[in-house]
């Protein structure tokens, strides 16, 4: 019992004068070290069948929705829910922009997201008619006073350009030039509405190829 202890203390001993952040490099790498799960990422605008595409994929590959953001309002990968979720095979779409901490984690985690746009002037055409005061608008995209619910139709288009038009043009160009970095898959609201299955096929597909590489 003795010598136990006194291998028990020397541990704790060598563990205490070890820099936490080299456990935390260890652990880490312990981690990274197994074969990771396969995750299928949708970045993409509002309003342009992110959800109907979560929905087909979470049916076709029996799999779940995985969170990997932190907070609904950054839509910044969260770290530690990349640990958590590194055996795990999931789907994920978030309103992403292609900041540097993302495109960092996408590749550190071997994670290459599909990227779903669509017309812009669809996009602010559909958000008018969708939105109600009780539904959520993604913050992220610009915020939504509660007077915009008392313009008239011109009006709440006019208001969204301002608001929402400047984030829908830094996805699309942050995710341009994301590419010189890392393979991406890109896919339109448009594609998917004219041929649904070809749409779902072309994501299952770039999956499968990971899946291979």
Not at 126 to 144: A, F, H, K, N
Request: a positive charge; aromatic letters at 14%.
């Amino acid at each position: 019992m003795k010598a136990n202890e006194n291998f028990d203390s020397c541990v704790m001993k060598n563990l205490q004068n070890y820099k936490l952040s080299q456990l935390i490099s260890l652990y880490e790498k312990e981690q990274l070290a197994h074969v990771s799960g396969k995750k299928i990422f949708i970045a993409c605008y509002p309003k342009s069948g992110s959800t109907f595409l979560l929905h087909a994929l979470m049916q076709c590959l029996h799999q779940e929705r995985i969170k990997l953001v932190a907070h609904h309002e950054t839509q910044q990968l969260y770290y530690p829910y990349l640990l958590d979720n590194f055996q795990v095979s999931g789907i994920e779409k978030r309103h992403m922009l292609a900041t540097r901490p993302n495109i960092d984690l996408f590749k550190q985690f071997h994670i290459r997201p599909s990227i779903l746009v669509r017309n812009i002037f669809d996009v602010i055409v559909s958000s008018v008619d969708y939105l109600r005061p009780e539904l959520q608008w993604p913050r992220q995209c610009g915020t939504i006073s509660k007077e915009f619910f008392r313009l008239p139709f011109d009006k709440k288009v006019d208001y969204l350009i301002a608001v929402a038009v400047p984030w829908f043009i830094s996805f699309y160009v942050s995710w341009k030039l994301a590419e010189s970095e890392f393979e991406i898959n890109w896919l339109s609201f448009e594609q998917v509405m004219a041929d649904k299955i070809a749409g779902i096929q072309k994501i299952l597909l770039y999956f499968i190829v990971l899946r291979l590489s």
